[in-house]
């Protein structure tokens, strides 16, 4: 006889899986061959486990259908490679200072937050610093930028917290908390843009992932290789180390443009299904529109970046791709 239990995923290595429980125990656990067969458990997956009599271990019986799927393609297999599971929100930090603000990667992990199906905001950090630098970001640009996406974005400065109060957006670390409050939450971002600092603060202090240790801050281990779903107060954070390159080469490049959901909007109106969208191109619907100047501009910013991601992943033969 065995009790069947609900479960979540937190923890996957091989065939052990480390999962908890609706009361928030752990337990570690099995799985059956049938379900490594054709594809792996992963971090962020729901399960029924099956807690056996006799021994009392944990075996996972079943996963429940996903609602999201974090992954890459193998270029070589044309196979998805899933890294976690059921993510509702992916919040790309970015910062205004040292680093300074790059367009081109956030455009870049929208891409992924489209092909990945996951809603996508945007975090500013580090403004506390930015009436200290000469070259300003304008923050009320990138925002209308974003807002042609339905993207939100937010003005924080991790190290200040709430002594911070923000002189740009109407929406700063307040608001961003109860974003997160009750959501499975992905962090993405260039190095240095204190993506660790900030998930400290919101932990209360009690999450260093630069250890990757829970409640024992300073002592953890400084490598890790798996992915992990960590319980914050009040939202659970995915942590993934596979997922954190820029790269979009396994993408193919005749597959971005679906991605840029707001050019592929206006592209649908150029005379030819094979236009470039240069300005020299045939009956382009990007230069033959009359948009507001403002709109103009964030429109052409995401055109460039499209290009400029079509042209790198382009650059590289398919047989050279290592994915």
Same mark, same amino acid.
């Given at each position: ?7 979540? #995923?937190?923890?996957?290595? +091989? ?8 009361? /928030? !125990? ?13 594809? &792996? ?13 006799? &021994? ?23 196979? !998805? ?7 509702? =929100? ?45 070259? +300003? ?9 974003? !807002?042609? =996406?339905?993207?939100?974005?937010? %003005? ?6 709430? @002594?911070?109060?923000?002189? @740009?957006?109407?929406?700063?670390? /307040? ?21 660790? +600092?900030?998930?400290?603060? =919101?932990?209360? /202090?009690? #999450? ?8 024992? #801050?300073?002592? /953890? ?30 993408? @193919? ?14 592209? #649908? ?8 969208? %240069? ?27 499209? +290009? ?9 033969? !398919? ?5």
């Amino acid at each position: 006889m065995s009790e069947k239990v609900k479960a979540k #995923v937190i923890r996957s290595s +091989k065939r052990q899986f480390l999962c908890r429980l609706s009361s /928030g !125990k752990r337990v570690d656990a099995t799985a059956k061959g049938k379900l490594l067969k054709d594809d &792996t458990i992963v971090v962020g997956d729901n399960v029924t486990l099956s807690k056996i009599a006799e &021994t009392g271990e944990f075996q996972i019986d079943e996963v429940t259908p996903r609602e999201s799927e974090i992954f890459r393609i193998s270029v070589r297999e044309q196979k !998805k490679k899933v890294t976690a599971a059921n993510c509702d =929100l992916l919040v790309i930090l970015s910062s205004v200072s040292r680093p300074s603000y790059k367009q081109g990667i956030v455009d870049r992990f929208l891409v992924r937050a489209c092909q990945w199906q996951v809603k996508p905001i945007v975090v500013f950090n580090k403004c506390d610093q930015l009436d200290s630098e000469e070259e +300003k970001v304008d923050l009320k640009f990138e925002t209308e930028r974003l !807002k042609l =996406l339905g993207v939100e974005a937010y %003005e924080i400065s991790a190290v200040m917290m709430e @002594n911070y109060r923000p002189q @740009n957006l109407d929406l700063g670390w /307040g608001e961003f908390q109860n974003a997160l409050e009750g959501r499975t939450a992905l962090f993405l971002g260039q190095s240095g843009v204190g993506k660790s +600092k900030t998930i400290s603060s =919101l932990s209360g /202090g009690k #999450v260093d992932l630069r250890t990757h240790e829970v409640g024992k #801050v300073g002592k /953890g281990s400084h490598t890790t290789t798996w992915s992990e779903l960590i319980n914050l107060p009040t939202f659970d954070l995915i942590d993934s180390p596979g997922i954190r390159s820029f790269s979009l080469n396994d993408i @193919n490049p005749d597959e971005i443009l679906p991605l840029f959901p707001d050019l592929e909007e206006i592209s #649908v109106q150029c005379k030819f299904n094979n236009c470039k969208h %240069e300005e020299s191109s045939k009956g382009c619907a990007f230069y033959q529109n009359d948009w507001p100047a403002s709109q103009k501009a964030c429109i052409y910013s995401r055109l460039s970046s499209y +290009k400029r991601i079509v042209e790198e992943i382009s650059a590289t033969p !398919k047989w050279s791709k290592k994915l």
